[in-house]
């Protein structure tokens, strides 16, 4: 578990090699974090993150965001879950996971949550699941690219935002 305390501010980056728990408490006011990952899954790799990130004072921010690619017959799980407390008061939580799917790939269960006790919060959570589009690869291919070629070019405009994050991270 990470407490970050007041006015902390700390950047979760990170590749998931296999199943993860994440548990973060925003234990002090202004306090932070920053979650961002990739999941990268082939053959029949079963890959799963749960998150937790609890608001416990006030003026916190939390932004969680994990994007998935899946190829083959793998498979990915987020269960992520923010919960504000009473007296977090102007507590902001985002929560956000975008998967990328190939093959017979799936999403597992994507569960994100809210559980909030307080009234004066902003707290939001998305989640896409998308397989890749023959007509996207035809149109690239159309334009000299090869199948290969034009599933890296899909793959990388995807998850670019967080690779920046994780190898920006010092």
């Known amino acids: 578990m990470i407490t970050l305390k007041k006015d902390e501010k700390k950047l979760i ?34 890959k799963s993150l749960e998150a937790y990130i609890t608001h416990a004072a006030p003026n916190t921010k939390s ?9 083959d017959r793998s498979t990915f799980a987020f269960r992520g ?38 009234q004066e919060v902003k707290a939001g959570h998305a989640a896409t699941i998308g397989k890749v589009d023959e ?3 035809f149109y690239l291919m159309s334009r000299g690219l090869t199948r290969d070629q034009s599933e890296k070019m899909i793959i990388s405009g995807f998850i670019d935002p967080i690779l920046e994050k994780i190898h920006g991270q010092s």
């Open 13 to 46: 980056s990170f590749e998931l090699l296999k199943s993860e728990k994440l548990e973060v408490v925003l234990a002090g006011e202004n306090a932070s974090v920053e979650v961002v990952g990739l999941v990268l899954g082939k053959g029949n790799d079963e």
């Open 63 to 71: 932004n969680v965001n994990v994007r998935s690619v899946l190829r």
């Open 135 to 137: 007509e996207m690869i």
């Open 81 to 118: 879950n923010v919960k504000i407390e009473k007296g977090a008061k102007g507590a902001d939580a985002y929560l956000r996971s975008d998967a990328l799917l190939f093959d017979d790939a799936k999403m597992g269960d994507d569960t994100p949550a809210l559980e909030i006790d307080e």
